[in-house]
T-cell receptor
Framework: AAGVIQSPRHLIKEKRETATLKCYPI?????VYWYQQGPGQDPQFLIS???????DKGSIPDRFSAQQFSDYHSELNMSSLELGDSALYFC???????????????????FGPGTRLTVT | RKEVEQDPGPFNVPEGATVAFNCTYS??????FFWYRQDCRKEPKLLMS???SGNEDGRFTAQLNRASQYISLLIRDSKLSDSATYLC???????????FGAGTQVVVTP
């Protein structure tokens, strides 16, 4: 079965540079989540998108932005990189259904292999 | 204090034995509950969702206790390949962002 695809798998950047991470969700999944996992830590939610609109926002620095495109793939843009941004960045995808007007149900999330970002 | 807490372990388990561990959550409005398995430097892999009635998938059994706000995972007949970190994850709204525990490390020994 097709899984979540992330690129690149590894990225080395210097401080103050920019980086773009890409995520291609499982086919027919309309919801994408981004998580950051630092060394020895659990994944922390950054931001999510449903049907190309931002659906939720977590502890994402202002230096980071993200979007979801018409083909449902998502990109996380990171600027003015800092040493502390070195981490694994995971994208997860799921499907979301409308329960009744104004509410929704999201289903299990499946994670991509991650992008390992090293800032030097 | 984290909203989702787990015993970090490690739980050292002889091959073939049973191991069980819990995860507690502080938000009584938590909606959905999951167990993920994470191997070193790899992505979390969904092990199972946890339902109020409890659920079983092969050697793995998960339970939810809403009154005491914890979920549990039991692994029977442990295999060497079960060695991993088991992450508990909880959602607190319908948009589905996951809040993770710090993980419980399980080491299965021959």
């Amino acid at each position: 079965a097709a899984g979540v695809i992330q690129s690149p798998r590894h990225l080395i950047k210097e401080k103050r540079e920019t980086a773009t991470l890409k995520c291609y969700p499982i086919p027919r999944h309309d919801t994408v989540y981004w998580y950051q996992q630092g060394p020895g830590q659990d994944p922390q939610f950054l931001i999510s998108f449903y049907e190309k609109m931002q659906s939720d926002k977590g502890s994402i620095p202002d230096r980071f932005s993200a979007q979801q495109f018409s083909d449902y793939h998502s990109e996380l843009n990171m600027s003015s990189l800092e040493l502390g941004d070195s981490a694994l960045y995971f994208c997860a995808s799921s499907s979301t259904a409308s329960a009744f007007p104004g509410t929704q149900v999201t289903y299990e999330q499946y994670f991509g292999p991650g992008t390992r970002l090293t800032v030097t | 204090r984290k909203e989702v807490e787990q015993d970090p372990g490690p739980f050292n388990v002889p091959e073939g034995a049973t191991v069980a561990f819990n995860c507690t959550y502080s938000n009584s409005a938590s909606q959905s509950f999951f167990w993920y398995r994470q191997d070193c430097r790899k992505e979390p892999k969904l092990l199972m969702s946890v339902y109020s009635s409890g659920n079983e998938d092969g050697r793995f059994t998960a339970q939810l206790n809403r009154a005491s706000q914890y979920i549990s995972l039991l692994i029977r007949d442990s295999k060497l390949s079960d060695s991993a970190t088991y992450l508990c994850a909880v959602t607190t709204d319908s948009w589905g962002k996951l809040q993770f525990g710090a993980g419980t490390q399980v080491v299965v020994t021959p």
